[in-house]
């Protein structure tokens, strides 16, 4: 088992830079770090979007500046081709 400090020298990057790059801020848990949990939070807000008529999933993630695949695991979309209007869909829009 690796400790975090080791995988990010591993990789070549810093607990700093995956947050800045990210938007996150981790805030570690475990005093005695035999294991460690990481609670991460955001300042991401979750937003809604109503599907319009003509709308594909396509055409909502580009509009929403996501991917399909986020979209559809967010709102447990199992076919990404039959989406109805007006459904509400959720997603996260960085402040």
């Not at 810093?14 to 938007?23: K, R």
């Not at 599907?51 to 500046?65: E, F, S, V, Y």
């Given at each position: 088992?690796?400790?975090?400090?080791?995988?990010?020298l591993?990789?070549?990057?810093?607990?700093?830079?995956?947050?800045?790059?990210?938007?996150?801020?981790?805030?570690?848990?475990?005093k005695?770090?035999?294991?460690?949990?990481?609670?991460?939070?955001?300042?991401?807000e979750?937003?809604?979007?109503?599907?319009?008529?003509?709308?594909?999933?396509?055409?909502?993630?580009?509009?929403?500046?996501?991917?399909?695949?986020?979209?559809?695991?967010?709102?447990?979309?199992?076919?990404?081709?039959?989406?109805?209007?007006?459904?509400?869909?959720?997603?996260?829009?960085?402040?």
């Amino acid at each position: 088992m690796y400790r975090l400090f080791g995988i990010f020298l591993i990789i070549g990057f810093t607990v700093s830079a995956l947050e800045d790059s990210n938007n996150l801020e981790f805030k570690f848990s475990n005093k005695n770090l035999e294991t460690l949990e990481i609670l991460i939070t955001s300042s991401e807000e979750v937003k809604e979007y109503i599907i319009q008529r003509g709308d594909t999933l396509t055409k909502i993630a580009r509009k929403l500046n996501t991917s399909i695949e986020i979209l559809a695991a967010k709102n447990n979309i199992k076919n990404i081709d039959l989406i109805y209007s007006d459904t509400k869909l959720v997603y996260k829009a960085i402040n």
